[in-house]
Nanobody, 116 residues
């Protein structure tokens, strides 16, 4: 089994940055396909960033140019660098395998709050 632990959330002001980490453990030798999702109150979970085959990145239009996903296989960690944060980025952020890959068990997520 694979376990996912999301870290790095917090309360920031608009325009500031955060870097989220997703520590991956268990029966996985190399992380090639992973995504970051978020769920805001009252909304469905959405995929905001994904890395496929260890090289191809995709971003939701709302975060393109501000968020960057990366993978460090030596540390078995997936990062989400978030710059120029906006109040609408407020959500609980999760990592997991993106479609069409089979998702792992969901972690607890990490809360990001952007507010002045």
């Amino acid at each position: 089994q694979v376990q996912l632990v999301e870290l790095g959330g917090g309360l920031v002001q608009p325009g500031e940055s955060l870097r989220l980490s997703c520590v991956v453990s268990g029966s996985i030798s190399r992380i090639n396909n992973m995504g970051w999702y978020r769920q805001a109150p009252g909304k469905q979970r959405e995929l905001v960033a994904a890395m496929l085959r260890g090289a191809v990145t995709n971003y939701a239009g709302s975060v393109k140019g501000r968020f960057t996903i990366s993978i460090d296989n030596a540390k078995k960690t997936v990062y989400l660098q978030m710059n120029n944060l906006k109040p609408e980025d407020t959500a609980v952020y999760y990592c997991n395998a993106p479609e069409p890959f089979q998702p792992y068990s969901w972690g607890q997520g990490t809360q990001v709050t952007v507010s002045s």
